[in-house]
T-cell receptor, first 114, second 110 residues
């Protein structure tokens, strides 16, 4: 158990819909990262937040957005969902900001878009 | 964009054998990371490498940061059943963006 929690574990929805994935980092960790893992693209970094502020951006689509709240939990919002958005979405946390800090991954949310 | 070529894609070995996998790129990376992912779980960091030429061990695992900074390898010695899983390499580029390889799936034959 990494100490990072993600909800829900599974999510099934239809194209065009909007969903919110939630992540609670390990106690004391200030950074939260979001990743997308699909069979064809592998693991892709989406975005990082550090202490409530966006710190780094990866391959995140404009239809996706994220935020980190004052209690440090984070949400990833996916809108206008397409079939290709079906994937595992992981959240990871680390103590500090630099990406060289050890990241602890949550168990993931499996999103299925029908 | 930058890509990491990880090989082999999958491996079938006997218990007790040594394993070797690697990642290569046409681009330079400042940090190399190796992760393992078990079914239904998120990746877990195994080894982090921060300097070209660095050789680091973690139990039966050994990884090296290539001198050219464009490659890294991971060796597992005397494999055991719990080594089964997917191993990912990842590199941090000069912009501190993390890029992952597609993974090596390790199978251990009974």
């Amino acid at each position: 158990d990494s100490g990072v929690t993600q909800t829900p574990k599974h999510l099934i929805t239809a194209t065009g819909q909007r969903v919110t994935l939630r992540c609670s980092p390990r106690s004391g960790d200030l950074s939260v990262y979001w990743y997308q893992q699909s069979l064809d693209q592998g693991l892709q970094f989406l975005i990082q937040y550090y202490n409530g502020e966006e710190r780094a951006k990866g391959n995140i689509l404009e239809r996706f957005s994220a935020q980190q709240f004052p209690d440090l939990h984070s949400e990833l919002n996916l809108s206008s969902l397409e079939l290709g958005d079906s994937a595992l979405y992981f959240c990871a946390s680390s103590v500090d900001g630099p990406p060289t800090d050890t990241q602890y991954f949550g168990p993931g949310t499996r999103l299925t878009v029908l | 964009g930058q890509q990491l070529n990880q090989s082999p894609q999958s491996m079938f070995i006997q218990e007790g054998e040594d394993v070797s996998m690697n990642c290569t790129s046409s681009s330079i990376f400042n940090t190399w990371l190796w992760y393992k992912q078990d079914p239904g779980e998120g990746p877990v960091l195994l080894i982090a490498l921060y300097k070209a030429g660095e050789l680091t061990s973690n139990g039966r695992l050994t990884a090296q940061f290539g001198i050219t900074r464009k490659d890294s390898f991971l060796n597992i010695s005397a494999s055991i059943p719990s080594d089964v899983g997917i191993y990912f390499c990842a590199g941090l580029n000069r912009d501190d963006k993390i890029i992952f390889g597609k993974g090596t799936r390790l199978h251990i034959l009974p």
